[in-house]
């Protein structure tokens, strides 16, 4: 069924408002409805949808006492993110505010996370797991593979304790990790603990 110009000018303009809160540049956009659902536009053609749309990087500024997610975000991973990143999930989020106001924020918020970007330092990362079998973790140490050793291990994020380790000729085969995680998996037997989140027993399914 043929679509009339009508749609499909419709159409483009629900894509090209659907790219805008993303971040992406005009020219980005333009680049995007052709190769990727083959409408050509012009800038001005865009830029006149996107102002019919009231969607401006630089009008209608966002109130500073509105951008008060910041704060929830630098108190969680945004921490470990500088005020570009930042000004990205503003953006995401339909508020419209500059990179500067972003910068002055978190200056205020987080003045330590700013210190510790600006020296190119980490701050500690803070890891939680419910309990026991709750999260198991499977990685590869190729240090040895020139000797054609090849280690693989999987290890309880809460006890540390090694479920399984083994050592072959490649880590490159996600087909052996997920055998040998499925010969250890019901081989053991949880212990009753106070988090109700961490089931007890023998695991049924996997």
């Known amino acids: 069924m043929s679509s ?123 890891y939680r797991s419910e309990g026991p079998n709750y999260l198991w973790h499977v990685d590869s140490y190729d240090k040895l593979k020139p000797h054609d050793i090849c280690i693989n291990v999987c290890i309880d994020g809460f006890s540390r304790h090694i479920i399984w380790l083994k050592a072959g000729f490649t880590t490159s085969d996600p087909k052996d990790d997920l055998d040998q995680i499925s010969l250890e998996w019901n081989v053991h037997r949880i212990r009753k603990t106070r988090n109700a989140i961490a089931p007890a027993g023998r695991p049924a399914i996997m």
């Not at 108190?75 to 953006?91: A, E, F, P, V």
Request: glycine fraction near 4%.
């Open 4 to 126: 009339t110009p009508e749609s499909t000018n419709q159409s483009t303009i629900e894509l090209a408002t659907l790219y805008f809160p993303m971040g992406f540049q005009q020219k980005e956009i333009i680049q995007f409805l052709k190769v990727l659902h083959g409408k050509v536009l012009s800038p001005r053609t865009l830029k006149r949808m996107l102002s019919h749309a009231r969607l401006f990087r630089r009008k209608n500024y966002t109130k500073i006492e509105d951008v008060n997610f910041i704060e929830g975000e630098s108190s969680k991973s945004g921490q470990l993110h500088g005020y570009k990143w930042m000004h990205l999930r503003c953006l995401q989020n339909n508020l419209v505010v500059t990179q500067y106001v972003i910068r002055d924020i978190l200056k205020l918020l987080d003045p330590e996370g700013v210190e510790f970007r600006r020296k190119k330092r980490l701050r500690r990362r803070q």
